[in-house]
């Protein structure tokens, strides 16, 4: 089965730094999204990780623990363009993939 | 790129009406997503279509709804007869099996279905 679990809501400070934590327990595991999505706007791609490890892409980054079944988006030097939710998605299978709930960012000045 | 497009954008019925979503997948791509989003329960798989053939349908809520894709460029939802809560933004997605990111599931600007 997949099960994922996200924190539903986070607030931070622009120009701060605030990580998203995601665990999940997915069966026949291949690798962990993470999409944004702005209100009102369909989710668009962020990062998809494979690997165990940290892989960075400008002001983002994206972890995992493949033997902890554990993820996380880090972000930094938030701007006001990054309030939105960030949705947490595992690949279980072929092409099946099972979204979080999501996080909703909030970023105050 | 056009990307994915779904039709209508919004859609207002009645209960008990049929309800017909469309959508055409990225040319090249080989898989189709239905996904329903809700504040209550998020992003859920409806069904997912691989070279246009139903892979997993587990997601499907009842018999009311049922999906078809005819060809590599076209699919469609269909609830009949709608119900109130099947209100919900209804997005499309589609993706490639080739490369680093085969599986990058890229969203169309969804529906937005109100069930009065």
């Known amino acids: 089965g997949q099960n994922i679990d996200q924190p539903t809501e986070m607030t931070a400070t622009e120009g701060a730094i605030v990580q998203i934590n995601c665990t999940y327990q997915?069966?026949?595991?291949?690798?962990l999204f993470w999409y944004q999505q702005h209100a009102g706007e369909a989710p668009t791609f962020l990062s998809y990780?494979?690997?165990?490890g940290l892989e960075e892409k400008g002001r983002f980054s994206s972890f995992l623990s493949r033997s902890k079944g554990y993820s996380y988006l880090l972000l930094k030097e938030l701007q006001m363009k990054d309030s939105a939710s960030y949705l947490c998605?595992?690949?279980?299978?072929?092409?099946?993939?099972?979204f979080g709930t999501g996080t909703k960012l909030q970023v105050i000045p | 790129d056009a990307g994915v497009i779904q039709s209508p954008r919004h859609e207002v019925t009645e209960m008990g009406q049929e309800v017909t979503l469309r959508c055409k997948p990225i040319?090249?791509?080989?898989?189709l997503f239905w996904y329903r989003q809700t504040m209550m329960r998020g992003l859920e798989l409806l069904i997912y279509?691989?070279?246009?053939?139903?892979?997993?349908d587990s997601g499907m809520p009842e018999d009311r709804f049922s999906a078809k894709m005819p060809n590599a460029s076209f699919s469609t939802l269909k609830i009949q007869p709608s119900e109130p809560r099947d209100s919900a933004v209804y997005f499309c997605?589609?993706?490639?099996?080739?490369?680093?990111?085969?599986?990058?599931?890229?969203f169309g600007p969804g529906t937005r279905l109100l069930v009065l």
């Open positions: 279509f691989n070279n246009n053939v139903p892979i997993d």
């Open positions: 998605a595992s690949s279980g299978g072929y092409q099946k993939v099972t």
């Open positions: 990780n494979v690997l165990d």
């Open positions: 997605a589609s993706s490639e099996v080739q490369g680093a990111f085969r599986e990058t599931q890229y």
């Open positions: 040319s090249g791509h080989n898989s």
């Open positions: 997915t069966s026949g595991f291949n690798g």
